[in-house]
């Protein structure tokens, strides 16, 4: 099936998810996540990332702090789970390169503001925090995960997070027991679909991306993806490329609504 790759002349495979940061498209939502971030990290605090499964949460805020530059900025990245807070706690340790064995709350967060006070003293960059996946999290970690942001009687920001999930991931900032936590949030972005104008132009992105400079999408078949996918990318992408299938099988040059629907039988 991959002989659509020669079949195209493309000279990477196409509509991958894990493009380089550089590479994807600037689209509305990506711009808004990165401004926030920027604004967070100057003031420090909280800040809420909302979208569909496949919205593309995950590339704007790769493509967001791919813009910060690396002596600055210190990105950590962890994902969320429906672990404990200790093994919530280890992730952020193994991020910040720090081996966590005890099993105290109270001495594993000692030990990880420890390395941040060391870590802005020293080397004078900011914290960014970043969980994705976090509307998996438990409610207890909404419920303590604050103390974490709170250097010297809670005058000091040293660290920034940036909670990234599905739409439910609001509720969890409502519980009572995450009130300290939602008070801290200065920035929340809820990434919507795309439209069928921003389609065409991304498909044409990819399709570039990959080093095919022209158009292989008739106007029907990207109607057909935008109507397939509800605008979702990461469906769009797999639309996409089920399209170049079936139009390779059938040896035709431009792909078309019919085979954008062929592709669409083979997707949940």
């Not at 952020?92 to 109270?106: C, P, Q, Y």
Request: a positive charge.
């Amino acid at each position: 099936m991959n002989k659509y790759n020669e079949y195209f002349g493309f000279k990477s495979e196409p509509f991958m998810n894990n493009l380089p940061a550089k590479k994807l498209l600037e689209l509305p939502g990506m711009i808004g996540v990165k401004e926030r971030i920027k604004y967070i990290l100057n003031l420090g605090g909280i800040m809420v990332v909302t979208g569909e499964v496949g919205s593309g949460k995950s590339s704007s805020l790769r493509w967001s702090t791919s813009h910060l530059h690396k002596s600055e900025v210190l990105v950590l990245n962890v994902i969320g789970s429906n672990g404990s807070i200790i093994e919530f706690y280890k992730q952020i340790g193994w991020e910040l390169g720090v081996d966590i064995n005890s099993a105290s709350r109270t001495k594993i967060i000692k030990m990880i503001k420890e390395v941040i006070r060391d870590i802005v003293a020293s080397k004078k960059q900011k914290i960014l925090l970043i969980v994705d996946e976090a509307s998996l999290l438990r409610p207890e970690i909404f419920a303590e995960i604050h103390t974490l942001t709170q250097f010297n009687e809670d005058s000091s920001n040293m660290i920034t997070i940036v909670f990234s999930g599905q739409s439910n991931l609001i509720d969890k900032f409502k519980y009572r027991s995450s009130a300290p936590l939602a008070s801290r949030v200065m920035g929340k972005i809820h990434l919507t679909s795309i439209n069928r104008d921003q389609m065409e132009e991304y498909v044409l992105h990819h399709l570039k991306a990959a080093g095919v400079k022209k158009m292989l999408f008739s106007e029907t078949a990207i109607t057909a993806i935008q109507q397939g996918s509800g605008g979702i990318l990461r469906r769009a992408n797999f639309l996409a490329k089920g399209g170049l299938v079936a139009c390779s099988i059938d040896r035709e040059d431009i792909v078309t609504a019919e085979h954008i629907r062929i592709a669409s039988t083979e997707l949940l």
